[in-house]
């Protein structure tokens, strides 16, 4: 292990708050952070990336030339995995943890990387979007679960799901097979096919499968696909949202 | 389509004058002030009118074919995307622009309406609009089916909303220039436009085709106009200090 990740652990046990972790070791982003993640994006991210950030790397050209997902182009492509409202960056920690958890199917995690390092790197992954200088986007409001679930909440959390309209993509039974998938009608923004997850499969999960993070993907919507964001639509509807990220756990739970 | 995409720092100043005058007049209720037309105050500056025509053939309406809620959609759509007035050739939803060179760009400041985009009878109402950077876009679904409204700029998400049938309307800024291209996922027939600009020199065209642009400073301007197949037409037109000046533009 890293010397910095010794002391940075070291220095989170002293800070007795509830202070996150991450915040002990992130370093300011400056010219000299951007330039050491630029040698880390060069053997980690490059090859899909691409070297100007396009998503367009030797293998993410391959990638994304006859089917979506494609890698993300940082210069302005749309980020899926925010915790932001729809058509906004995604603040730091959001970039945090899709790099530390990767996603799943498609981007291995960099947990192998130091927090250093991934902070370094994504100041630098940043600065090919010039969004980034402008205001920080406010992140939506992100309870923690209430729990646990219940038998009636995952009940209610079936008629939501009708209510919302996930089986349009998701199907009846979350199988990824709504009539939308199976049409090929779901693109990508760069008009690229694009199937639903999985809802049985929690592999499939790619923003995370916690409930906390399918709470946030159904509010945040993912950027870049037909996933919208529920968060205005239905504000103040909390309970609902619980109840339906429930209830989607519950359909893999019988696969875990 | 140069004036389409292009992003200025006059636009963000412009809202900040905007966002000033506001504080410093004290108003307390905006709302009146937000939904007035664009019109107040321009009887000394130059007005430019004029009218976008196509003499070519016009197709009759496609029927498309509905996938789903045909309870609510009907069986099929009918959509037109081009239409135009029998009698005059004026060609509707035509977005006109005056394009100014920087440092023309006059002070005027303009009170835009709210940019509405309703999502009723399985469509997207107005099927055709521009507005302003900065204004407010507010979603409507009137329908008692779930949509969602998905606005793509440039390979981009500006913003994709679920529309749940009796939720609450959305209220956004209009953050993104360009042309905005605006779908549901639920109904893959429902298309429509925005066009953003960072300034208020536009306007989109009437059933007949006619066209009102006021505030432009004198001189020359070159006049574009974007049709969502038709593509962009332009021209040059001679603006006077003050007065009306006509001009008619065709796709050929
Ligand atoms: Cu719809």
């Given at each position: 292990m890293r010397i910095h990740a010794l002391v940075a652990i070291g220095a989170s046990l002293l800070m007795l708050s509830g202070a996150s972790f991450v915040h002990a070791v992130k370093p300011e982003d400056n010219q000299a952070t951007r330039e050491k993640g630029k040698q880390i994006?060069?053997?980690?991210?490059?090859?899909?990336?691409?070297?100007?950030?396009?998503?367009d790397g030797p293998a993410g050209?391959?990638?994304?030339?006859?089917?979506?997902?494609?890698?993300?182009?940082?210069?302005?492509?749309?980020?899926k995995f925010r915790s932001t409202p729809s058509g906004e960056l995604p603040i730091d920690q959001d970039l945090f943890r899709?790099?530390?958890?990767?996603?799943?199917?498609?981007?291995?995690?960099?947990?192998?990387l130091s927090e250093e390092e991934r902070w370094q790197v994504i100041a630098y992954i940043k600065s090919f979007n010039q969004g980034f200088k402008g205001p920080v986007s406010i992140a939506l409001l992100l309870p923690n679960p209430p729990g646990p679930p219940s038998a009636a909440g995952i009940d209610n959390g079936r008629t939501v799901y009708i209510k919302y309209g996930c089986q349009n993509c998701h199907g009846?039974?979350?199988?990824?097979?709504?009539?939308?998938?199976?049409?090929?009608n779901l693109k990508d923004t760069y008009g690229h096919t694009i199937s639903p997850g999985d809802l049985t499969e929690r592999a499939s999960f790619k923003g995370g499968s916690s409930a906390q993070a399918i709470y946030r993907g159904i509010m945040t919507g993912l950027d870049g696909t037909p996933m919208p964001s529920y968060a205005d639509t239905i504000g103040g509807n909390d309970k609902d949202v619980w109840d339906l990220v429930y209830y989607i756990l519950s359909l893999s739970q019988e696969r875990q | 389509m140069t004036g389409y995409h292009r992003i200025s720092a006059q636009a963000l100043g412009r809202i900040?004058?905007?966002?000033?005058?506001?504080?410093?007049?004290?108003?307390?209720?905006?709302?009146?002030?937000?939904?007035?037309?664009?019109?107040?105050?321009?009887s000394t500056g130059p007005v430019i009118v004029g009218r976008i025509l196509y003499r070519g053939p016009v197709p009759a309406p496609t029927q498309l074919a509905v996938n789903r809620d045909t309870d609510v959609c009907g069986v099929t759509i009918s959509t037109a995307s081009l239409s135009v007035d029998a009698g005059t050739h004026g060609l509707r939803n035509a977005v006109v622009h005056v394009d100014l060179a920087?440092?023309?760009?006059?002070?005027?400041?303009?009170?835009?309406?709210?940019?509405?985009?309703?999502?009723?009878?399985?469509?997207?109402?107005?099927h055709v609009a521009a507005a302003q950077m900065g204004d407010e876009?507010?979603?409507f679904n009137d329908d008692p089916v779930m949509h969602n409204t998905n606005i793509i700029v440039e390979n981009s998400t500006a913003l994709n909303v679920a529309m749940v049938a009796g939720g609450n309307p959305i209220k956004k800024r209009l953050k993104k220039l360009g042309l905005h291209l605006v779908k549901c996922n639920v109904h893959k027939f429902m298309q429509a436009y925005r066009v953003v600009f960072d300034d208020p020199y536009f306007d989109q065209t009437t059933e007949t085709g006619q066209f009102s642009i006021s505030g432009v400073s004198p001189g020359t301007h070159r006049i574009s106009v974007w049709h969502e197949i038709l593509g962009v037409v332009e021209k040059e037109v001679q603006v006077p200090a003050r007065g009306t000046v006509v001009v008619d533009l065709e796709y050929k």
């Open positions: 994006y060069e053997h980690a991210c490059l090859l899909c990336h691409g070297v100007d950030g396009r998503g050209w391959f990638l994304s030339r006859y089917e979506g997902p494609r890698p993300r182009d940082f210069r302005g492509g749309s980020y899709t790099v530390t958890q990767g996603i799943s199917g498609h981007m291995p995690p960099y947990s192998g009846d039974n979350g199988y990824g097979d709504g009539k939308e998938a199976l049409d090929g | 900040l004058v905007v966002v000033m005058f506001f504080v410093v007049a004290g108003l307390a209720d905006w709302s009146p002030l937000l939904a007035a037309p664009q019109s107040s105050s321009e920087a440092g023309e760009v006059s002070a005027r400041i303009v009170f835009q309406s709210p940019a509405v985009v309703r999502n009723k009878d399985c469509r997207f109402q107005p876009v507010q979603i």
